[in-house]
């Protein structure tokens, strides 16, 4: 069914056609310069053809080779230090500070926001829908179409890949010869060749990536930009396995960018992180956002003496001086992974490191929890996923319970992150480990991101950000959160949703799981403590869910919009995602919650032993794939095929969760009892973190409280040292009740917690007092040109 590309306000248009040509590779040369807040540089893409890719998101099984952790240490990152040939380079070597708007010598023709094309050259040029249907041959040139907005494109080429020295072993030709009418032909199959190596020449393929990414162009292509996408063509090529399989594009970022945020750290040092969600990396470099286009990646990044670039990466980048005060870092990926997983943070980070050894012991404990360690052998019979290096065939990596990770924050955190963070990471694997088994990822960075950053938490390959929010009052936020964090590197990162309105299968996955991760990393509490503590856990959720479910639009409530179409695409493989730039959509937690219950729901109608159990197994099958909730139900009833006799199908499942808005009918009759728990009962001067939000949200259904006993409540619960979760609902308590003296409270609450704090201003405006207001546009004023556009967005329609 041929999808409808006329985007509404916002609706997010996914443009590239991958369903003609697929990324399989690329490769990123980028300068960041924090004076003109611009990364420029270019990337060089490999691609095959769609036909020739259609399976990625099946289980058709591939050759699948065991990773060796320790032969990561290559000398791979010698590979970018091999002298550039191509004198028509898009960018100087030597002249980091120096960004050009075209290349020497050429007439800038960018548009009045900085975009440019050589569509002058290129007459006649066809858009996208024309392009559509490869299939009619007529007079119009294949049109390769590439997700990209907020860029300023410079140049566009075909990379020489047959100059590189040695490439002949890639071709079935004795002899390369640059006449050759067959030239072109001969540079797609050495491509072909190199995007398909086997996984055990991982280490020769990412070296020759990198002499063809620094080979010389053989010719400009044609290019033009719109909002959304880069369009690019060859004079004379009309269908996709003619066109160019390796191509440079040579570009720079804005500063208004929305795929990364210039700002400072906690410090005042400037730095730079990508965002995430919505627009993910389109707005950072050109690229196939679509999850089918998995590909493997590699960069180099330069930066000024005392920035640490940190990125997604297997390889813990060393950084390497190129001069006086320009240092590069590189960094890898042999797991093909969508290019919305990328991610990159340059800031003047300081390692957090422990102070002694003696709390290294811990790092090799080995959590172990009362499910059946059975599945944990290797995948029989091979992986599933596209060919690529594998932790899961690796016996060294199915029995590691932590992998190696390190901390960085700004120095001002640095303490804090010690105390906290490096106790928590090592007991937080081992317990992810004992549930699920091999980590997919060989290494971990975590990072405190800045203020502004519009969430608590965000997991990407190899690395996690953490807000700042997590750290004060103790160990239970920051655990649940970065045990959160640690589960998308199962469900989001290794397993991926095929179609991106099925959040719930990344974040209904990570809330059910953050539970289990963080009962089991709390060895020293007894099973029916860490019990009673996850049905006060799923009270505060029930409560969170029902007032969302009151105050949202019900389509936003459903987690598989699209029904019976999800996951279809149009011919070219261009969609839209519906409410995907929906500012308020980013701040809904309806796909955490709803997709945490039907998961909790399902795991204690089987039995949690064997829901855990096939759950293994699961991962197991489709680690590297992407999937469709349908893969997982169907699984799950073949596998436990008894439940089919009590009711359970796939299709009860579609109707009471998962296609419906509101709340599911079997939550309502569940949730009754989660009030008549010991710990929802019991209010106590020494409360759990949890008990203290029950008790303010309780607090908050009062008409009124005098301010003595606001004074009070606040004394005796230490409220201001809590974490960030009771700071909240205090802070809202104080707005509800115009308790004057908790105002200095909220304001520092809206300026150091941005990623919780973006309602408190409409509960500020809400009650039409003019302290309050005038309040809420003081700290909006202060905190606006730092904030995530998105928040500010919101806020903003509040105050005004």
Known sequence: METQLDPSKDDLPLMANTSHMLM???????????????IEGSIVLFFETGSSCRKVGSSVERACHPRSDETFKIQAFELCHIPVTNASACSSK????????????????????????????????????????????????????????????????EVDVAAVPGIEKFTRSAKLTEGSEELGNLRNQIVHELVTLPADRWEEQLYYYTCCSQAPGCGELLFTTSTWSLEIRKAGIRIPRDFPRAIRICYKTKPEGRS???????????????????????????????????????????????????????????????????????????????????????????????????????????????????????????????????????????SQPVIPHRVFAPWCLKDLCAEILLELIPQCLSAAHATLGTHPFSRLDVLIVPSNFSSLGMASPHIIFLSQSVLPGGSHLCGTRLCHEIAHAWFGLAIGARDWTEEWISEGFATHLEDVFWAAAQQQLPCHEAREQQELKALLRWRRLRDEVQNSEEELQVLRPKKENTGETSESGASIIKHGLKAEKIFMQVHYLKGNFLLRSL????????????????????????????????????????????????????????????????????????????????VTAELLPDQLVLLLESLLEEKTLCPRTLQCLEKTYRLQEQDAEVRHRWCELVVKHKYAAGYSAVEKFLWEDQAMGVYLYGELMVNEDAKQQELAHKCFAAAREQMDMSSAKVVAEMLF
């Open 24 to 38: 399989k590779h690329y490769v990123l040369d980028l300068d960041v310069d924090f004076k003109s807040q611009i």
């Open 94 to 157: 030597t002249g980091y500070n120096d960004f050009a708007v075209c290349g020497k010598g050429e007439k800038d023709t960018s548009d009045k926001n900085g975009n440019h094309s050589n569509r002058a050259q290129a007459s006649g040029i066809s858009s996208s829908k024309k392009c559509c249907d490869i299939e009619n041959h007529g007079s119009e040139d294949f049109l390769l179409v590439l997700d990209c907005c907020d860029l300023c494109v410079l140049k566009v080429e």
């Open 260 to 398: 990364v945020t210039w700002t400072t750290d906690q410090s005042g040092r400037p730095c730079v992180y990508t965002m995430g969600s919505p627009l993910n990396n389109r707005a950072l470099f050109p690229c196939q956002e679509p999850p089918v286009a998995m590909s493997t990646w590699q960069a180099t990044v330069r930066a000024a003496t005392g920035f640490v670039v940190l990125m997604s990466g297997e390889n813990s980048a060393e950084p390497i001086q190129l001069q006086e005060g320009i240092f590069s870092w590189n960094y890898y990926v042999t797991m093909p992974m969508p290019a919305s997983t990328f991610t990159i943070a340059v800031g003047c980070w300081i390692e957090v490191k422990r102070e002694s050894l003696a709390t290294e012991v811990m790092t090799n404990d080995v959590i172990s929890l009362p499910f059946s360690k059975a599945d944990f052998r290797l995948v029989e019979g091979g992986c599933g996923h596209l060919e690529s290096p594998c932790r899961f065939q690796n016996p060294g990596a199915t």
């Open 603 to 682: 795991a204690r109608r089987i039995g949690e032993a064997t829901y855990f159990t096939f759950l293994r197994k699961f991962v197991q099958k489709f680690h590297g794939q992407l999937i469709l909730s349908q893969d997982f139900l169907y699984m799950l009833l073949e596998d436990i095929p008894e439940q089919k006799g009590y009711g359970l199908s796939v299709e009860s499942i579609f109707q009471n969760w998962l296609d419906t808005s509101g709340i599911p009918k079997p939550l309502l009759e569940e949730s009754r009892t989660w009030k008549e728990g010991r710990l929802a009962q019991q």
